[in-house]
């Protein structure tokens, strides 16, 4: 079978996985510290041998409990981390051209392979610079290339935004996003970031104690969460449509603005935190550009602030949650079934460009 199966265990560390990834999809994999992902990660990779079980990818056994076990360079298995890893005394061409040229490519069709990449990622006027001449976010734009230049049948990608700064890592995110859309290979997604599962991947996978969890579509799992570690997750609100000039249209016409990454017409979210809805008896006018009207379905004390749950008239179907403060919550008397009004500012919402 096509795409990557797994069911595997690894006693050492109490993992015991299944899961699979369609032929072109990308897997996001999510959870706390220790429930699994790097043990996951290693164990498709081949560093890690399972203690039984078996992983196939595109109809090669990998590992099994017949003593079949292919070596991590045979394969075909490519892996993006936090740190780029470049070669220090190599150029950005030369390390590109490395994976194929250690898998027996010329040197002509590994520089050909190499040039390619950097302008799929945008670093073709960097060919000729040193690792240390690069920003952080230009080096993960060619380790991205360099990974994907020995054209392995499975990216492993682990935390590849985790170690950029707030600039570098939407831009990592856009390029990541169209090259794995552009290659059709599976790919896994190890994350702690919900952007990173909503912007890239299909699915999702839930790991906790070494479990899966649950899974489902990405959207799905971040917006109505089944485990406990998806519960914390879901602290954003998500408002799911199509993506305009200044915001996101969803699918009753209303326009949610935000701050826009994401090309023109493509599916798209709008995202926010609780904390930056403001909850009113009655429309409070003035500058903001996302008012609405709404119903008050659940009000519910979250520590030293009270969190409300209301539906909007529009845009309809998505409900909003607002974290007040108690004495606010006491005066505006909120109750289930009261009419309020929301505001939200539009520099306090994302409009990210999803799977």
Known sequence: MAGLE?????????????????PGEVLAVL?????????????????????????VLDGEVLVDDRGTFVPPHRRGVGLLAQDAMLFPHLDVEANVAFGPRSAGASRTHARERARQLLGDVGMTPF??????????GQAQRVAIARALA????LLLLDEPMAALDVTAAPEVRQVLRRVLRGTGR?????????????????????????????????QQVLSSPKSAFGARLAGLVLIPGTITADGLATADGTVVHGLVT???????????????????????????????????LDVAPRGEVVRVRARPDAPAGHDVLADI???AAAELDLVPGGPVHLVVKATAVRILASA
């Open 150 to 153: 020995a054209e392995p049948k």
């Open 325 to 327: 403060t108690v004495a």
């Open 6 to 22: 797994v069911a595997v265990r690894f006693a050492p560390r109490d993992v015991d996985l299944e899961l699979s990834v369609a």
């Open 262 to 296: 994401g090309a023109v017409g493509e599916r798209g979210v709008a995202l926010f935190s609780p904390s930056v809805v403001s909850v009113h008896a009655s429309d409070p006018g003035g500058s903001p550009r996302n008012r609405w009207s709404a119903t008050v």
């Open 31 to 55: 959870g706390p510290n220790g429930a699994g992902k790097s043990t996951l990660l290693g164990l498709l990779a081949g560093l890690l041998r399972p203690t039984a079980g078996r992983v």
């Open 186 to 218: 599976c790919a896994v997604l190890v994350t702690h970031d919900p952007l990173d599962a909503l912007a890239l991947a299909d699915q999702v996978v839930v790991l906790e104690a070494g479990r899966v969890a649950e899974r489902g579509p990405a």
């Open 127 to 136: 060919a000729g610079r040193r690792p240390h001449e690069l920003s952080g």
